[in-house]
């Protein structure tokens, strides 16, 4: 296991977290073609309530007016696979062990408690967004996830098998890499 990861602090203060968090605000407006909301002045447990509740809101404008949800699913997996791209890099992620970790780290940080291994098999056993999430909502904003494994783990897919928003006791997933053609 890359040795930064294994140094990687278990808990971060609360103005890292809002750091890591002001980031994926700024890729989800972008991606649901809106403006960033303002967080400047809340606290960290202020701005990821702000952010789910933003995330659900466009999300729900964009069922409801009829967009074209691919398309968004779209951006949003492509500017978290960016992300993921650009964390891989930094930290020297090679292998899926290590994108597992940083998964786990990332979504520490987001109240989601995620546990991965180095077969690429996840559990989430507890999910800050699942009180605030339908199950639909969470399908859409689930291309968040989908990019960032990607980005983490040089392209791998990641699929769900359950979600606890489908009334599942825990979301469980799988990061599957891409056999390279010979």
Do not use: W
């Not at 140094?7 to 890591?20: E, N, V």
């Not at 992300?83 to 930290?91: A, S």
């Amino acid at each position: 296991m890359n040795l930064f990861l294994k140094l990687f602090p278990r808990c971060l203060p609360s103005f890292a977290k809002k750091k890591k968090l002001e980031e994926l605000f700024c890729l989800a407006a972008d991606a649901f073609q809106t403006e960033t909301p303002e967080t400047q002045e809340l606290s960290y447990a202020e701005a990821l309530e702000k952010f789910a509740v933003f995330t659900r809101d466009e999300a729900e404008k964009s069922i409801h007016a009829g967009d074209d949800l691919a398309a968004l699913k779209k951006r949003l997996y492509t500017n978290a696979r960016d992300l993921g791209d650009k964390l891989r890099k930094r930290y020297r992620i090679n292998s899926l062990s290590d994108a597992m970790a940083m998964s786990r780290f990332l979504y520490r940080i987001l109240g989601i408690d995620f546990r991965g291994n180095k077969q690429g098999e996840a559990t989430i056993r507890r999910c800050f967004f699942s009180h605030i999430y339908s199950s639909q909502i969470c399908e859409v904003i689930s291309a968040l996830d989908e990019g960032l494994a990607a980005g983490l783990s040089a392209g791998g897919r990641l699929t769900f098998d359950q979600r606890i928003t489908e009334g599942n006791t825990c979301c469980r997933a799988r990061v599957c890499l891409e056999e390279s053609a010979e």
